[in-house]
């Protein structure tokens, strides 16, 4: 198994949002990565400039971030040969380390407009290094920190500037060594740029504190929520299924709250994040967690606020 530390830089429309691409917002101009071995040793490296086909001026911010000029990248080569020859790089048995999830989020998203095969027929795992760093180091749940926050914190030497992706990829590779591999796959992540095709290759992860459901697609959002499997709340620890003490509600149609209790394990939390996919369908992302009882109170105190929410709203519009 090889560890492939990615870091990407691309562009975007100079020209403002509404002269933008729409399926392809941002370009990517530079592929770094690092390959590591099991004993997280560095065994290669790989840097390649990409010669734009959609964007061909800057735009502002990218120009005062990259050391890089236009003139650069007319050097470059194209996107489909370097993805060609990362690819190959890569090896046969390979998971990707990123700093935050974006990264390849975008790199699909250019492989698609290429016309390149997906990375994966569904959703796949991945580490994000940035999500790890803060879990590990700070026993922060929600803080995303910099690259160089996280080169500071840890006392890594700067051997170089930020903002290019062989030297990003690099630092990246240099905090993740100073993580375990099982504090990795503790806290793996799920890319979900290629959604579940049906209801077989749907994910079911189970992590330390929560678990994670990952649906496939529906049609409408009432669809997905009038879905059995979607709607459950089952117990991550015995597996049986919990009362709902509060069904899930929603105050704006993307995120839904639930509130459950288990026999054997006390009150679950349950939150529903709904994704819309660009061709108008609709995935749901579900996580279960265990909560104090004075947590659970929370949820409801959160339904009241949206019954109220919709109380003022109706009493408004009443002529």
Not at 33 to 48: E, H, I, N, Y
Not at 115 to 137: C, H, M, N, T
């Amino acid at each position: 198994m090889n560890y492939i530390v990615l870091d990407l830089e691309w562009n975007q429309c100079p020209y403002g949002k509404e002269m933008e691409n729409k399926e392809l917002p941002f370009e990517i101009i530079e592929i770094g990565a690092m390959k590591l071995d099991s004993k997280k040793q560095c065994v290669g490296k790989f840097t390649r400039l990409i010669k734009p086909v959609v964007y061909k001026e800057f735009h502002s911010y990218t120009q005062n971030m990259l050391s890089l000029t236009m003139k650069d990248l007319k050097n470059g080569e194209s996107f489909v040969k370097v993805m060609k020859d990362f690819l190959e790089w890569c090896g046969e048995e390979y998971i990707f380390c990123t700093w935050g999830s974006t990264d390849l989020i975008e790199l699909q998203r250019n492989m698609k407009f290429h016309g390149l095969e997906p990375l994966a027929q569904g959703p796949f795992k991945f580490y994000d290094v940035q999500k790890v760093f803060s879990l590990v180091f700070e026993e922060d749940v929600k803080a995303r920190r910099s690259l160089e926050y996280a080169v500071d914190y840890l006392n890594i030497l700067k051997t170089a500037t930020f903002h290019r992706a062989g030297e990003d990829a690099m630092y990246t590779m240099q905090v993740m060594q100073k993580m375990s591999y099982s504090d990795m796959e503790r806290y793996y992540s799920i890319d979900t740029f290629q959604r579940p095709k049906n209801r077989k290759s749907e994910v079911y992860a189970i992590f330390e504190k929560y678990s994670k459901y990952i649906s496939k697609e529906f049609s409408s959002k009432e669809e997905a929520m009038a879905d059995r499997e979607v709607a459950s709340t089952r117990c991550y620890l015995c597996g049986k299924p919990a009362r709902k003490k509060i069904r899930w509600f929603s105050g704006n149609g993307r995120m839904y709250f639930c509130q459950a209790y288990c026999e054997n394990h006390g009150f679950l939390k349950g939150k529903i994040r709904m994704k819309k996919v660009s061709e108008g369908t609709f995935y749901v992302i579900k996580t279960l967690k265990l909560v104090s009882k004075e947590e659970a109170l929370e949820i409801k105190q959160k339904q009241e606020e949206v019954r109220k929410k919709r109380r003022e709203k109706r009493k408004n519009q009443t002529p």
